[in-house]
Each structure stands twice: as structure tokens, then as C-alpha cells.
């Protein structure tokens, strides 16, 4: 079992950069692909980045690609998202996902283990 705790979240304004955090536990956390959704009330879940052990396999969203980046350290079973230039339409409730995959999903469901998510609100 893996459980993933998100960090980091909270206000800023327009422009910005916040830096969120996924601590897991377990101790097969490193070979785990993860990911990060986000997801605004009255919206789908979207996907928003992803990535399997080491940072030569990412994946990113359309409108994610260039601003956020994803990174883990496998020492510490956390996992990262540096999310540069904010905008207001990146308000949303950001959740970390595991699954145990050999290939970065981008749907919810293909992860094994999901966090509680942590809000992010970016002001205009």
C-alpha cells in the first residue's frame, strides 16, 4: 500500500511559481509511475504531467508544457511539480497519483494510489 501526502499549495498571484510536494510511503515507491491531476469544481479531472522513474520519461499537458516540470527524488519518495507563470485558470485542487505502470498514464484511473490533494489558487 502507498500513501501520498501533497504539499505545498496556496495562494498566488498572477505570474508566480509554486513548488507542490507528494510524500509517499512504501519502499517500491521508486519504480512507480506518477502523476499529477488537477481539477476545478464544476470540471473534469485533467491531467497535467507525469513521469516514470527518472526525468527522461515525462509527459505534460498542452497547456502545462514549457511552465510546470515534474521531478521526483527517489531518495526521499517525493515527488515534485515546479509550476511557473501561473495563471488564474490554473486554480484548481492538485492530486498525486502512483500506479504501479511502465508507461505514464494520463487518465485518473489507470493509477493505483491517489492523494488527498492540495488547492491552488492563483489571483488575477
Known amino acids: 500500500q502507498v500513501q501520498l501526502v501533497e504539499s505545498g499549495g496556496g495562494l498566488v498571484q498572477a505570474g508566480g511559481s509554486l513548488l507542490l510536494s507528494c510524500a509517499a510511503s512504501?519502499?517500491?515507491?521508486?519504480?512507480?509511475?506518477v502523476g499529477w491531476f488537477r481539477q476545478t469544481p464544476g470540471k473534469e479531472r485533467e491531467f497535467v504531467a507525469g513521469m516514470l522513474r527518472t526525468s527522461v520519461n515525462t509527459a505534460y499537458a498542452d497547456s502545462m508544457k514549457g511552465r510546470f516540470t515534474i521531478s521526483r527524488d527517489n531518495a526521499k519518495n517525493t515527488v515534485y511539480l515546479l509550476m511557473n507563470s501561473l495563471k488564474p485558470e490554473d486554480t484548481a485542487v492538485y492530486y498525486c497519483?502512483?500506479?504501479?505502470?511502465?508507461?505514464?498514464?494520463?487518465?485518473?484511473?489507470?493509477?493505483?494510489?491517489w492523494g488527498q490533494g492540495t488547492q491552488v489558487t492563483v489571483s488575477s
Open positions: 497519483t502512483a500506479g504501479r505502470r511502465f508507461f505514464i498514464a494520463s487518465v485518473w484511473g489507470d493509477y493505483d494510489f
Open positions: 512504501g519502499r517500491t515507491f521508486s519504480s512507480f509511475a
